[in-house]
Nanobody, 127 residues
Framework: QVQLVESGGGLVQAGGSLRLSCAASGRTFSSHVMGWFRQAPGKEREFVSAISWSGSSTYYADDVEGRFTISRDDAKNTVYLQMNNLKPEDTAVYYC????????????????????WGQGTQVTVSS
C-alpha cells in the first residue's frame, strides 16, 4: 500500500485557478498510473484525470479537458492537478488514487481499478 495525502484545495471564484498536490509515501508509485477523482454532495465519485506511469500520457474526463492539467514528479513522489477556469460545477472533494498493477493503461477511469486513495481535499467554486 501507499499513503496518499492531498492538499491545495480551497475556495475560489469562478474563472479562478487552483493547484492540487498529492504526496505519496510508503511504497513507490513510480510504476503506477495515478488518477484524480472527485465527489460532489449527493453524487457518486467520478473520474477526473489520469497520468501514465511514465508521465508521457494523460487522460481527462470530457468536462475538464482543456481546463485541467495532470502532471507528476516522481523524484518528489507527487502528482499534481492544475485546475484553470474553474466553474461552480467543479465544486467537490477531490481525491487522488493509485491505479493497481504496474504500468497499466492510462485510460483507467473506473474506481475499482484503483487500490489506494487519499483522504480528499475540498474545492469550492463560487459563482
Amino acid at each position: 500500500q501507499v499513503q496518499l495525502v492531498e492538499s491545495g484545495g480551497g475556495l475560489v471564484q469562478a474563472g479562478g485557478s487552483l493547484r492540487l498536490s498529492c504526496a505519496a509515501s510508503g511504497r513507490t508509485f513510480s510504476s503506477h498510473v495515478m488518477g484524480w477523482f472527485r465527489q460532489a454532495p449527493g453524487k457518486e465519485r467520478e473520474f477526473v484525470s489520469a497520468i501514465s506511469w511514465s508521465g508521457s500520457s494523460t487522460y481527462y474526463a470530457d468536462d475538464v479537458e482543456g481546463r485541467f492539467t495532470i502532471s507528476r514528479d516522481d523524484a518528489k513522489n507527487t502528482v499534481y492537478l492544475q485546475m484553470n477556469n474553474l466553474k461552480p460545477e467543479d465544486t467537490a472533494v477531490y481525491y487522488c488514487a493509485r491505479r493497481s498493477g504496474f504500468r497499466r493503461s492510462t485510460k483507467s477511469k473506473t474506481i475499482s481499478e484503483y487500490d489506494s486513495w487519499g483522504q480528499g481535499t475540498q474545492v469550492t467554486v463560487s459563482s
